[in-house]
């Protein structure tokens, strides 16, 4: 009954008000202004937006967390190796002194004990190793969150821009069929165009009305994604400087690769967890080799310890050492060296499929790059020729010489190049950063790529 018997049903009862208070608690603040989080308001770079979401985003604050999680281990593991204290402390009520009368109804007894381990088989070693490197890749599981939220921001970022454009593009398209409207009119009232021509005209107007309320809606719909990301108040009214600008990029592969095996948090992650499970084998090695302690204990009791019918308090200490060898153990050892050679393989593997995945990411984003500059460089040219094209149809028209399917011709395919030439830049500026995403060398701002100064394993540390 102390430890507590509830039902499912209690526990979601539970649940449901605590979401209620922090549905109340939410309200409270939107009424006062006061958001729990940052409310932002102007114009701001990538940089700063980068700067914002590495102070506030959620997903980073989640893995230093587990930073502390890996201290705490590091800290356990010096127990494996350090001595150990103990105080205790013990009180006898018996119903009649013992002895035929001689002692005392009453005992105390107060004592210590100290011991400390010499040897375990080399577990001890293995143990403070495997901690410091669970704290390794506690360190590469922040740099990956890191890595992760800077192509994010950037990508949603870039998104945005293209997102900007492509709205820009169709205000201008609204624009456009507005001023052909008003010469078609211009036309009917001349008697050289019909009520058909004008109807078509406007509901041309119409068409291109819709798409610009689908562009905002779209561009309305990255803003607060991008404002999670940011880890900002969805009140925030951010004005997003920049454009988007093509910069050619000559990327190699093999210098790519290079990079990649040496800064990807996943493979150095994958590595750490390789060596991990290596420092597990030798911990289940040690459990079938001899175990060796030192210990000493003193204690202080009443009656004296050394005499039960001296009625005052006394001391006395014992000191010495104890070793355990394992003869049989029903097999359970061999079981688990079994088990852990078989993960040590396992990772392995995993090492080596990391190492696999990461080079299809690099020669992906190779590929991508060349296709976006392709791709770019085909729709340069073309905005301008879709743009004289559209002025010599219009002023033909105008004239007389060119008929309206003509005109409504030229100015979709005008429309249609400047928005192909804005996704060829974005897709560019987004194949550029997947490289940069496939071989580890995503930054803050403001902050250079450092030299990890790791070694090479042995071939000795590869073998299962």
């Known amino acids: 009954m102390l430890a507590g018997c509830g039902s499912s049903r209690q526990i979601y009862e539970d ?57 705490g281990k590091i800290t356990e593991s010096y127990s494996l190796a350090l001595p150990k204290v103990n105080l205790n402390g013990s009180y006898t009520r018996l119903d009649e002194p013992p002895g035929a009368g001689f002692g005392s109804e009453d005992n105390y007894a107060l004592g210590a004990r100290l011991s400390q381990p010499l040897y375990r088989g080399g577990s001890i070693g293995a143990g403070m190793r495997a901690a410091k490197l669970y704290a390794c890749m506690a360190d590469e599981r922040i740099k990956e969150v890191i890595q992760r939220v800077i192509f994010d921001v950037r990508k949603t970022y870039y998104d945005i821009l293209l997102a900007h454009d492509l709205l820009r593009v169709s205000e201008r398209a609204v624009e456009l069929s507005q001023e052909h409207v008003k010469d078609v009119r211009t036309r009917r009232e001349a008697g050289v165009a019909s009520d058909y021509d004008v109807l078509r005209a406007r509901v041309e107007v119409s068409n291109y009305e819709a798409e610009m309320i689908r562009n905002r809606n779209r561009l309305h719909l990255l803003e607060t994604s991008f404002y999670k990301l940011l880890g900002v108040s969805q009140e925030s009214e951010m004005e997003f400087g920049g454009e988007l600008r093509y910069q050619a990029a000559e990327p ?24 991990l499970y290596k420092e597990n084998l030798i911990a289940s090695k040690a459990e079938r080799r001899p175990k060796l302690d030192l210990f000493f204990e003193e204690s202080y009791a009443y009656p004296n310890p050394h005499d039960s019918t001296n009625m005052s308090w006394g001391d006395s200490w014992v000191a010495g050492a104890t070793m355990s060898f394992p003869i049989f153990d029903g097999l359970s050892n061999r079981g688990r060296i079994r088990q852990a050679r078989a993960e040590l393989a396992k990772r392995r593997i995993q090492l080596s499929d990391r190492e696999e995945a990461v080079l299809l990411d690099i020669k992906q984003a190779v590929l991508n790059i060349r296709d976006a500059e392709s791709f770019v460089k085909s729709q340069e040219a073309n905005v301008k020729r879709a743009a004289e094209g559209f002025e010599l149809v219009k002023l033909g028209y105008r004239e007389g010489v060119n008929t309206d399917l003509e005109v409504r011709d030229a100015q979709q395919a005008l429309l249609r190049a400047e928005s192909l030439h804005y996704q060829a830049i974005h897709q560019h500026q987004v194949a550029v950063l997947g490289l940069e995403k496939a071989t580890g060398s995503l930054q803050p701002p403001g902050e250079t790529p450092k030299d990890r100064q790791r070694q090479a394993p042995k071939a000795a540390d590869v073998e299962p």
């Open 15 to 71: 649940i449901a008000l605590s979401r209620s208070r922090s549905y109340q608690s939410w309200l409270g603040r939107r009424s006062r202004n006061s958001e729990s989080t940052d409310v932002i308001r102007g114009e701001l770079s990538l940089d700063e937006c980068l700067g914002i979401a590495l102070v506030n985003n959620k997903q980073i604050a989640a893995a230093i967390a587990d930073k502390e999680n890996a201290r």
């Open 252 to 275: 190699s592969f093999e210098e790519a690769v290079r990079q990649a095996f040496a800064d990807r948090p996943e493979l150095i992650q994958a590595e750490l967890e390789y060596r």
